[in-house]
């Protein structure tokens, strides 16, 4: 057997993944022609091409551009099924993925708790091996009010399966600081916490996120790598570090995989888990992310196992589900 072919069977799980940028392509092409602009993407492959990026800001850019083709309740329920499936098929059995309600208010005017509403139902549809619970990605771009109230209106719906909240967007115009007030009122409400840091900017975003955020986890971390006594706390505290490999490589914020700091901070024992934050839009997989790992930072089967194992060690799920999660990934 191959080695893509025995990460392939190995059960998976993904703690950074964006819904909106999990669609599969030819989901995403029936809304682009549901809305009539077929002028503009003709076919899959003209889609495919629209999602290759120039750097961080052009990637945004192009996110912003993909979810205005998503319109109308009915759309998440739909667009929510087709990425659960596809997860289904890549043997991937629990995943806490963000949602991003609130673009879609600011774009369309919809409400989010009928977002999330909708999103849970095409979730659901799909229930077969997997479990998916949601976290709110409170786009930082909007302002920490617009937040404090979508949290509030989230706060009412606790039957959608929300674990958490998180800041994602334009980390590079807004630093986390001004957040205080939102993760604390999350933490009120019971919900854990995330924050992308570390992506589009550097070491003192992180530390903005840990000390005045007090997240329990960080989303991407890459940059940590800039600053050593940054990487030693993140070490000490066994703070989890979501990353991303190839979502870094398609913004650049690394050159090539083999600079990536997944290799530095794994062997020195960071609590580090492989995630695709935004599949669809970066032509990647968890199997194509566990493969490029193995060929360009020499990764065995084994440490690709124990990076599984640290996924389910960063979620947010009881102790049953780690364990059982655990054991399966122990006979796979
Ligand atoms: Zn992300």
């Known amino acids: 057997m191959t080695l893509s072919q025995r990460i392939r069977n190995l059960p998976k799980v993904e703690i950074h993944l964006h819904l909106e940028g999990a669609i599969p392509l030819p989901a995403l092409w029936e809304l682009v022609k549901k809305y009539g602009a077929t002028d503009e ?5 003209t889609l495919a091409d629209k999602f290759r990026y120039r750097d961080f800001p052009h990637f945004l850019e192009t996110w912003m551009w993909k979810n205005g083709f998503i319109r109308e309740y009915d759309d998440f329920t739909f667009m929510a099924a087709a990425v659960a499936e596809d997860l289904t098929h890549q043997n991937i059995r629990y ?6 309600p609130g673009d879609f208010h600011e774009l369309h005017g919809l409400e989010v708790a009928r977002i999330t509403e909708a999103v849970r139902k095409g979730l659901d549809s799909q ?14 771009d909007f302002g920490p ?7 509030a209106e989230i706060a009412g ?5 929300i674990v958490g909240i998180g800041i994602g967007g334009s980390e590079h115009n807004h630093p986390p600081e001004p957040y205080e007030g939102v993760y604390d009122e999350a933490r009120s409400l019971g919900l854990r916490t995330t924050a ?10 992180v530390w903005g996120a840990l000390r005045c955020l007090k997240v329990d986890r ?4 890459t940059r940590a790598a800039e600053d050593p006594e940054l990487v030693e706390f993140l070490l000490q505290q066994k703070v989890p570090i979501e990353m991303c490999p190839i979502s870094n490589l398609r913004t650049g914020v690394v050159e090539t995989l083999a600079q990536h700091p997944i290799r530095s901070f794994f062997d020195k024992g960071l609590l580090v888990s492989v995630n695709t934050d935004d599949p669809k839009m970066f032509d990647t997989s ?4 566990y493969v490029a790992l193995a060929n360009e930072l020499s990764f065995s089967l084994t440490e690709i196992k124990k990076l599984i194992e640290n996924a389910i060690d960063s979620t947010w799920a009881d102790e049953p589900t780690k364990t059982r999660l655990k054991t399966e990934l122990a006979e796979a």
């Open 145 to 151: 009010d617009r937040a404090r109230g979508w949290l």
């Open 41 to 45: 993407v003709p076919d899959i492959a």
């Open 286 to 289: 968890l199997d194509a992310e």
């Open 196 to 205: 992308h840091a570390g992506e589009a900017a550097g070491p003192a975003s």
């Open 157 to 161: 719906t606790q039957s959608m399966q």
């Open 95 to 100: 995943v806490e993925a963000f949602h991003s």
């Open 127 to 140: 229930r077969a091996g997997i479990e998916i619970r949601l976290i709110a990605d409170l786009t930082r």
């Open 218 to 221: 960080i989303g991407h971390g």
